[in-house]
């Protein structure tokens, strides 16, 4: 949530440094989410009566990072809105 928080106070304060924080911040939560992605497949295939626990951890896990994209696409556009310049990333995804 503090992600969110900084992307949208990033947007309201048309604050690149801080965009650009949040923007950095989202390769560690890519790093966390393949992390506990591993480790519940590798609970999952040691426990099978735990498949579908860790299932829905899977999902959480998920949702969390599909939150974290979100807001760094939030920092991305502030990013813009100030420079008037795409993101060294964005053009680098192209």
């Known amino acids: 949530m503090d992600m969110l928080r900084r992307s949208l106070d990033s ?13 950095d911040d989202d390769d560690e939560v890519d790093a966390l989410y393949e ?7 590798t609970y999952m295939m ?5 498949i579908r626990r860790a299932t829905y951890l899977l ?7 599909r939150i974290a994209d979100r807001t760094t696409n939030i920092a991305e556009r502030v990013i813009f ?3 008037g310049t795409l993101s060294q990333k964005k053009v680098a995804a192209s």
Do not use: G, K
Request: charged letters at 25%; proline letters at 0%.
């Open 11 to 23: 947007f309201v304060n048309r604050d690149v440094v801080a965009a650009r924080q949040v923007w």
């Open 35 to 41: 992390q506990v992605y591993r480790e519940l497949l």
């Open 59 to 65: 999902w959480i896990a998920h949702d969390l990072e």
């Open 81 to 83: 809105l100030v420079t």
């Open 46 to 50: 040691a426990d099978h009566s735990a």
